[in-house]
């Protein structure tokens, strides 16, 4: 069923992202235009290099482009200092990644409770842990915990903090097919059932299909931008 949208959240316009290295300047972006819509699921794909790490920790607000724009909610956050950014991750982003970046001596709830501490209206950290099916560990470190089940506690961390948008960097990465499955189905139940802007970024094309949009880059540049009229179930993706 084709997904009804609220309106624009993000809109990106000639994006650039340029390194030095030594003293060879290396792009990474070369001029990307992208809008994300409020309540979507959208997917980035692309291989190793293309660009999209780097567009997501733009949008999110752990790096700043060399010049462009991206427009939060009719606010430029390119143009933000670093203490207003720091604000804006805090209360508006929610980050999900390949590895999953718990504090080893906390339990789960408490690596949850960590992201509620600094967040201006946080969700009760069980409820966020019950969101994601994983309440029953909550009293579990790291160390006890499967690699997909540390990753549903790193979804419970990021959405504790009510986000916006969840940005997802290669969520099912570390993980076999069947776990990645029950991880991509908690991410799109959050979508749905919360409402929450998803966004993932892969290189894993089957992914796709599960997606709202899906956006295609290569060379630090967008290809393609594709509707998905029928986004399929998880479970019948196979990769």
Not at 123 to 147: C, E, N, T, W
Not at 166 to 173: I, K, N, R, S, Y
Not at 182 to 206: C, D, K, S, W
């Amino acid at each position: 069923m084709r997904h009804v949208y609220k309106d624009e959240l993000f809109r990106i316009s000639g994006l650039v992202k340029e390194y030095l290295v030594g003293e060879v300047i290396v792009p990474a972006l070369r001029g990307v235009d992208l809008s994300i819509k409020s309540g979507e699921f959208l997917v980035i794909l692309g291989p190793s290099g293309s660009g999209k790490s780097t567009l997501l920790n733009i949008i999110g607000g752990l790096d700043t482009p060399t010049s462009g724009s991206v427009v939060f909610k009719n606010e430029d956050i390119s143009a933000y200092s670093e203490k207003r950014l720091t604000y804006y991750r805090r209360n508006n982003i929610g980050f999900v990644f390949q590895f999953y970046n718990l504090i080893p001596n906390l339990t789960a709830l408490e690596n949850v409770e960590m992201a509620t501490q600094i967040s201006a209206e946080p969700m009760d950290a069980m409820d966020a842990l019950q969101k994601v099916d994983i309440s029953d560990r909550a009293g579990h470190f790291p160390s006890q915990l499967s690699g997909g089940e540390q990753q549903r506690v790193a979804m419970a961390r990021a959405l504790a903090k009510q986000p916006e948008i969840l940005l997802c960097d290669e969520p099912t990465g570390a993980l076999d097919i069947s776990t990645g499955k029950v991880v991509l189905h908690q991410l799109r139940e959050i979508n749905r059932n919360i409402g929450t802007t998803v966004v993932v970024i892969t290189h894993n094309m089957a992914v796709s299909k599960m997606a709202d949009r899906v956006i295609v880059m290569r060379d630090g540049r967008v290809r393609e931008i594709a509707e998905n009229p029928n986004p399929v179930d998880v479970e019948e993706i196979e990769w």
